[in-house]
């Protein structure tokens, strides 16, 4: 039983060993089986490719938020044969369950990357003083993983891609690409046809469900003086309910939005379960021709008559490159690595990152707790009606874009997102806790007071980060993890603009919204290193994220797109790889900067705007 929990994607931990859950979870799969049988689903899982051809027009590496859409773009044209290599399996029936988020962490659907010790600076309070970095290692990829929050971004974001030399990536340009996308199922946000689109393979809409406390946050937020508006349209600094990636409340990853409604092409191939060791590059011509990768055992090579097209995400794509000869001379030299391409691959790594270590308490009922949806009647609402409170995206019930001091507030261009999450590192049996990281020092003296008890979080990022990190391999081993290093709180700036927002959070709790459920901050403990501040003062808050440092899992940049003259840049603005022919990029990696918001709507976007780039190149345009 506990083997086929694991198998689909469910990580080891509290949850698996606890016997009630470890019975329920099996159930909860077979009820949706039951049901989407009865209702006669028509989407069908793509078909896993056992024998691969000689060659194709296109390679694409990676079938996640990117890699799914450029496959289905490109098998429009009929002429064209297209392989899709994907590291992973398939998704499962537990990565469609949207409260079950957390669960598929540090599981068989994830990479499982950790970055490298950031002493005194951040992470401090994780075990080993590293932060995790969940990465989707499943078709649909990080879509799979994520919190199915649907965001574009701030305007501002796209004309500053721009304006650093990319024309065609201003926010008139991309937003078609957006709209191209998107099925929105909420009538209200559809009637604004320039920022929302109807009719496309991604469904977008508010989950059916959410507790009391959620609504509280946004009434709140206008106690604060800001908008309840959808932070998607023509402003973002607000307050709103989530938009989402689920369809009938369950997720809606790439995979089944893009590759499940293409599944009988006949030009298609999806070859599961195949890492990708290489690209092969001519050294002579500089041209990208085929694919080394390794499935079931053996290494295999395919061959590309036309591109490579490169969707690993902004961590394994940096990693491919390097391996293939294409990043900094110096570093693959020392690693033994023939120099295809001299050029600064790895270097400006972004993420949003901030702290979860706020938590509140209530004293009535209105919170997320394990116990009141792991339960029959609960999954029997879900499974048979598609309500009820599995419907939840991970616990995150509200956002925000906010301006802290240190923002033109003149401008929309919030410096702070908040993410409202209705529970905490204690509303569960030690899910949460485990895939946050935290030692248990960190958690038994500064959160176990409070287990039991019905608690909320504020989960703060930087919008726009102005620390950078960076990756190098490790080896030349394809199959050892990369050097992640984060750079989390390097530049200053990004410690205050989260203590700000601390200090914004705290001040809600005090809002007539919260105050209606009892609603305060917990402030029985300190953070373990922190005793010596004084409690919710601006040294103690530093203290406070520095200690307990959360990724937003909006890694993007280490491949930059970039003017020639711009000596980080790696792709041009057609998303091709300066000084090797035949292979693009398309995927977060190839952001100039982070979006202002969380980062899988703009990844989709991307690979939207890249397949028409493509298709334009190759003559197969519109």
Known sequence: MIRDILSSGIA??????????ATLLPILFELLKFYRNASDDPEQRPVDTERVRYDYDFIVIGGGSAGAVVT????????????????GPDESEASDVPVLANNLQLGSFDWQYKVEPQPGRACIGHIGGRCNWPRGKVLGGSSVLNYMLYVRGNKGDYNEWKNLGNPGWGYEDVLPYFRKSED???????????HHGTGGYLTVQEPPWHT???????????????????????TQTGFMLPQATIRRASRCSTAKAFLRPIRERENLNIALRSHVMKILIDPDSKRAYGVKYWRDGEVYNVYAKK????????????????????????????????????????????DHYGSMALVGTTEQQVSIREERFLNIPSMLQYAARAEGPLTSLGG??????????????????????????????????????TVQGITDEVFEQLYSPIAGRDTFSFLLMVTRPASRGFIKLRSKNPFEKPIFEAGYFEHPHDIKVIVEGMK???????????????????????????????LWSDPYLECLARHYTNTIYHHSGSVKMGPSHDPEAVVDSRLKVYGIHGLRVVDASIMPTVPSGNTNAPTIMVAEKASDLIKEDWGSYP
């Open 12 to 21: 080891s931990g509290p949850l698996v060993v606890n016997p009630l859950f």
């Open 72 to 87: 289905n773009r490109l098998t429009e044209n009929p002429e064209w044969r297209v392989l899709l290599l994907e590291a």
């Open 184 to 194: 929105n199922r909420n009538p209200y946000l559809a009637k604004d046809t320039r």
């Open 212 to 234: 009391p406390i959620a609504l509280a946050f946004v009434e709140a937020g206008v106690e604060m003086g800001y908008e309840n508006r959808d932070c998607n349209g023509e």
């Open 307 to 350: 591109e490579v097209i490169l969707s690993a995400g902004a961590l394994n794509s940096p990693q491919i490159l390097m391996l293939s000869g294409v990043g900094p001379g110096y570093h693959l030299k020392h690693l033994g690595i023939p120099v295809m391409s001299d050029l600064s691959v790895g270097k400006n790594l972004q």
């Open 396 to 433: 995150v019930e509200g956002l925000a874009w906010i301006n802290t001091k240190f923002a033109n507030r003149s401008a929309d261009r919030p410096d702070l997102e908040i993410m409202f999450v209705s529970g905490s590192t204690v509303s569960d049996s030690g899910t949460v806790k």
């Open 504 to 534: 914004f959070c705290i001040a809600m709790t005090k809002t007539k919204a919260f105050k209606k459920y009892g609603g305060k901050m917990w402030e029985g403990r300190k953070m373990p290193g922190c005793e010596h501040y004084v």
